[in-house]
């Protein structure tokens, strides 16, 4: 009994753990703040999204050019979560919550720690529910860190993330009026 309620647990984490990225992103996107540290905010979710962008495109190219079996299929073992046989390696999940994790804390926001644990924890269940080996999770946690680093020391990036918070802001004041003249 004990033994099944851990699997649920697991297998929970691993089905719905990339959600808090999701509600943290649009939590921070809407927290009222000054402008200055909400422009700031803003940009700082622009470069997550650039690297999980850049980041899935990394990872469909590894599947295209080296398949890995994920381990249910290889093993012929059945998987605490019902998965699709796509590619193991890498760990996307891992890849995509380490990157977004060290550019929040790179950038300087607190919950980038948190969410740096919750990335472990993500990518342990990943492993513990059969679908990953732990060198899908070791290397997608590698390039995780390395595309958060490109990313956070990119200059197009930086100009790219300005630019967007710009606009957005525009379209909100446009919104605004809009609003105001109902």
């Not at 000054?34 to 905010?41: A, E, H, M, P, R």
């Not at 550019?103 to 492993?127: D, N, P, Q, T, Y």
Request: glycine letters at 8%.
């Amino acid at each position: 009994m004990r033994n099944d309620k851990i699997k649920m647990i697991w297998a929970i984490i691993t089905r719905f753990g990339y959600l808090i990225y999701i509600i943290y992103g649009i939590y921070a996107w809407l927290y009222p703040c000054k402008n200055k540290q909400k422009v700031y905010q803003r940009q700082s979710l622009i470069y997550c999204l650039g690297a999980v962008f850049s980041g899935s495109i990394v990872s469909w190219l590894i599947g295209k050019l080296w398949y890995r079996p994920r381990p249910f299929v290889q093993q012929h073992i059945t998987p605490w979560h019902i998965h699709r046989a796509t590619p193991s390696f890498p760990s996307n999940h891992a890849m995509n919550s380490i990157a977004v994790s060290l550019l929040l804390v790179m950038r300087g926001h607190k919950a980038g720690w948190g969410l740096l644990l919750w990335s472990v924890i993500l990518a342990c269940s990943r492993f513990f529910c059969r679908l990953h080996y732990w060198s899908d999770i070791i290397g997608g946690m590698f390039l995780g860190g390395s595309i958060s680093l490109l990313i956070y020391k990119s200059d197009r990036m930086s100009r790219f993330s300005h630019y967007i918070v710009c606009r957005c802001a525009r379209g909100e004041i446009l919104l605004k009026k809009w609003l105001q003249g109902w």
